[in-house]
């Protein structure tokens, strides 16, 4: 059983277009995440959420919007794609309390032609 | 937003060598500090570390936090060509976010 599984697995795309990548984790935690890594493998905090409160990285434009329709899945939509979006999205989960870590989905690879 | 620093940038070393990886973070609202190791895809936990001075092991792999001086250190022995990969550093805080670093990547040559 996957813990994090995110999907597709794989996106190419057009500028303009609207995308989804859904996440799911099955290991009971209250937190989700949406990270970004570029080309130079920083990974990017974007989006944490649990059922009470959504923390959006000020530097995420508007164009990117996470839905979580229950704790196990958040979701990443993403409007009028642009070239600079082409990434690797990885979904992650977590505890919130003391002494857990964070748990990484396979990642998305998105490419925006 | 550079909360998590982590150096050397990349690392070329031959097998059999030893090599240390470091990394320092912020003090606010400090929880923990963990280590990862990413190869082609997700990253994949290593350590876990939230006390000052202990070392935790797992192999040829160690690392070890220093609260005072706000860093800490990851260290390979007996270096193999499937080390190689990106080491990710992330400090975890208090709200449950957790900041990654920029990565030190490692290619362990025959």
């Known amino acids: 059983d996957t813990a994090v599984s995110q999907t597709p697995k794989y996106l190419v795309t057009q500028m303009g277009n609207d995308k989804s990548i859904k996440c799911e984790q099955n290991l009971g935690h209250d937190t989700m995440y949406w990270y970004k890594q570029d080309s130079k493998k920083f990974l990017k905090i974007m989006f944490s959420y649990n059922n009470k409160e959504l923390i959006i990285n000020e530097t995420v434009p508007n164009r990117f919007s996470p839905k979580s329709p229950d704790k196990a899945h958040l979701n990443l939509h993403i409007n009028s794609l642009e070239l600079g979006d082409s990434a690797v999205y990885f979904c992650?989960?977590?505890?919130?309390?003391?002494?857990?870590?964070?748990?990484f989905g396979e990642g998305s690879w998105l490419t925006v032609v | 937003e550079d909360k998590v620093v982590q150096s050397p940038l990349s690392l070329v070393v031959h097998e059999g060598d030893t090599v240390t990886l470091n990394c320092s973070y912020e003090v606010t609202n400090f929880r923990s500090l963990l280590w990862y190791k990413q190869e082609k895809k997700a990253p994949t936990f290593l350590f876990m570390l939230t006390s000052s001075g202990i070392e935790k092991k797992s192999g040829r792999l160690s690392s070890i936090l220093d609260k005072k001086e706000l860093f800490s250190i990851l260290n390979i022995t007996a270096t193999q060509t499937g080390d190689s990969a990106i080491y990710l550093c992330?400090?975890?805080?208090?709200?449950?976010?957790?900041?990654f670093g920029t990565g030190t990547s490692l290619t362990v040559i025959p």
């Open positions: 992330a400090q975890g805080n208090t709200g449950n976010q957790f900041y």
């Open positions: 992650a989960s977590s505890k919130a309390s003391k002494g857990n870590t964070i748990y």
